[in-house]
T-cell receptor
């Protein structure tokens, strides 16, 4: 069964550093998303991406964040200058239509 | 603003019992209501979903009940098993704004 994959599984970085989180969505999916989950809290939407552009973003997704689909298979989330409060699990998701979203296993980002 | 409210926060059920988790929403534009199951350290996995044109959907031991007038929906897990012990999230989205709004999660423990 096809699945969303994410790398790395755990990323530790120092405050102020740039990080890139990588995702490989399910191959025939057209919509891509990033969500985050702070430990013990609910999953929060960051951004959705369709047809090579951002279709929607939340207020969390400020100028420090960017997304890119550099080739036909990868989908990346970049945080330019990490803050302590960026520490969270980051989930990539993809969907074929704009409804059923399938999530990857997540990347745990720890900012020290 | 909490788009989707979920209760209870935690639930303990005996093996073989029925687990019931409730969610309520405010935005009448929502037209897709999925439930996700999350095990520790894993991403949310799509469990079952419903559209507002039906009042109930059943898949195996999992049933969603939907009350459009009350703006409420619930997940029923019949014959609950220890392997069902996980955190369950309800969510909602609307067509054209395809980000999911998640509830705060319910930690289910099924006692053998």
């Amino acid at each position: 069964e096809p699945e969303v994959t994410q790398t790395p599984s755990h990323q530790v970085t120092q405050m102020g550093q740039e990080v890139i989180l990588r995702c490989v969505p399910i191959s025939n999916h057209l919509y891509f998303y990033w969500y985050r989950q702070i430990l013990g809290q609910k999953v929060e939407f960051l951004v959705s991406f369709y047809n090579n552009e951002i279709s929607e973003k939340s207020e969390i997704f400020d100028d420090q964040f960017s997304v890119e689909r550099p080739d036909g298979s990868n989908f990346t989330l970049k945080i330019r200058s990490t803050k302590l409060e960026d520490s969270a699990m980051y989930f990539c998701a993809s969907s074929q239509s704009s409804y059923e979203q399938y999530f990857g296993p997540g990347t745990r980002l720890t900012v020290t | 603003q909490q788009q989707v409210k979920q209760s209870p926060q935690s639930l303990i059920v005996q093996k073989g019992g029925i687990s019931i988790i409730n969610c309520a929403y405010e935005n009448t534009a929502f037209d897709y209501f999925p439930w996700y199951q999350q095990f520790p350290g894993k991403g949310p996995a799509l469990l079952i979903a419903i559209r507002p044109d039906v009042s109930e959907k059943k898949e195996g031991r999992f049933t969603i009940s939907f009350n459009k007038s009350a703006k409420q929906f619930s997940l029923h897990i019949m014959d609950s098993q220890p392997g069902d012990s996980a955190t369950y999230f309800c969510a909602a989205s609307s067509n054209g704004a395809n980000n999911l709004f998640f509830g705060t999660g319910t930690r289910l423990t099924v006692i053998p």
